[in-house]
């Protein structure tokens, strides 16, 4: 678990940490993470500085290390070739071997004791790395200005890139470091590296990076892989999961004899790549599985919210209708309520029925839609509104009707109207003392 003072890491800086700890082999999880906090988490400053340190330079950050680089050279298998100069042969070549052999004795002796005692005047200007890329380009220019374009492809990039790039890639990476003053250095180049068959066959196999040892980054690289003499070829490749120096290549070697050692190489290191390239499958194929079922949950997990958000929906819509349906019967109680309160005080308000023997009184008959009869007595002074008040009253009596004479067949006006507001008496509605008058429904319509 993370210290409680340590923010958690987001997926970016989560595989920079993986890839720099692949990058330098440190063990230690914190302290790769401590250097890439230092850089700002810059992977390439961070691996330049790691290497530096390895190599004895002091780092912006941290005391020099105690070992120089290491860049997996310990490996007891590592497959090496070296091709020894040709001694001299017949009198007139061992004759001249021997008279330039004090002065190649004397020549080198000096050199060494003029670079040995120049440490102790200045450091090695090369021992600090600052523009490893412009080293590489740099030497690719120069390279071509003297033995033209027709070469290997070059890796344009740092020796921390080629790696990576190898590593990722699953592929072989060739790397020749130049000694610029070496006297096999041009015939290597000449006769060797730069002829068609060798092209071809680095181009289409393998990643091809080459530096000088003049340049901080060749004299970097130099320091890690501790070549023996010039020309120096290693072949680095992806084993046992670290990046690992598989054959070393070291002299003058001819072209036909360079294929066929690489090849050697290639083939007997090609199981490495093989195992971690089925491995990277297994891991797609797992992670792809993974994805899938993941997705397949997600899928299953929106359509059981869309059913959940389906049954909510039809819960709530039939939960609206219901109310509406309660409304529905609320708001008929209060009519009917209202209806039989209105129908109470209609009843009440009416005027008191009038005796037989009065000379005004009117006899009606009342034939309701039920067929059934109902019978009554009024004033002939009274208005029809007083015997529209009384049917209204009846239970019996639709809510609302109308009230036809049977012969001549003529509705009376008991309501009032924009053209008669007040409706007339009885008597001025023609009736008779007894009379039979029919309740016409109209609630339907």
Request: hydrophobic share 35%.
């Amino acid at each position: 678990m993370a210290a409680p003072d340590e923010q958690e890491l987001s997926q970016e800086q989560t595989e920079k940490l993986l890839q720099f700890q692949d990058l330098t082999g440190i063990d230690s999880m914190d302290q790769c993470r401590r250097t890439l906090e230092q850089h700002n988490w810059n992977i390439e400053a961070a691996v330049q500085d790691r290497l530096n340190e390895q190599e004895g330079v002091p780092s912006v950050f941290n005391p020099p290390p105690s070992r120089p680089l290491q860049v997996n050279t310990a490996d007891n298998r590592v497959y090496s070739y070296i091709v020894s100069r040709p001694q001299p042969r017949g009198l007139l070549g061992w004759g001249y071997y021997l008279i330039m052999l004090p002065f190649r004795f004397t020549y080198y002796t000096l050199l060494d004791i003029f670079r040995f005692a120049l440490r102790f005047i200045r450091p090695e200007p090369r021992g600090r790395v600052t523009d490893p890329v412009g080293d590489v380009v740099s030497f690719i220019h120069s390279f071509e200005e003297k033995y033209g374009r027709s070469h290997p492809v070059f890796y344009q990039g740092t020796y921390s890139q080629a790696l990576n790039d190898a590593k990722r890639e699953l592929r072989f990476l060739l790397v020749y470091l130049h000694g610029d003053d070496h006297q096999d250095t041009d015939v290597f180049c000449r006769n060797t590296l730069c002829t068609e068959e060798v092209l071809n066959f680095v181009n289409t196999r393998m990643l091809f990076w080459a530096c000088s040892t003049s340049r901080p980054e060749g004299y970097r690289v130099s320091q890690a892989l501790r070549e023996n003499t010039y020309p120096f070829l290693a072949m680095i490749t992806l084993k046992d999961r670290k990046m690992t120096v598989v054959g070393r290549l070291e002299g003058v070697i001819q072209a036909e004899d360079l294929i066929n050692q690489l090849t050697f190489i290639m083939e007997a290191n090609q199981t490495y790549l093989v195992s971690e390239r089925m491995e990277r499958e297994e891991r797609n194929q797992t992670q792809a599985l993974r994805l899938q079922q993941d997705e397949a949950y997600l899928a299953s997990l929106r359509a059981d919210q869309e059913k959940d958000r389906k049954k909510k929906e039809e819960e709530e819509q039939k939960r609206r209708q219901e109310e509406a349906a309660r409304q529905i019967v609320l708001a008929e109680e209060r009519r009917q309520q209202t209806l039989q309160e209105e129908k109470e005080r209609r009843s009440e308000s009416l005027p008191p029925e009038p005796s037989p023997d009065n000379p005004d009184s009117v006899k009606i008959v009342f034939k309701l839609p039920n067929d059934s009869r109902v019978e009554r007595r009024f004033l002939f002074t009274q208005s029809l509104t007083v015997i529209h008040d009384f049917l209204f009253s009846l239970k019996e009596t639709p809510e609302k009707f109308q009230i036809v004479t049977n012969f001549p067949r003529r509705v009376l006006p008991c309501l009032p109207t924009e053209e008669r507001p007040i409706p007339p008496t009885l008597k001025e509605a023609g009736l008779s003392r007894s009379e039979v008058l029919f309740v016409q429904d109209l609630t339907d319509d």
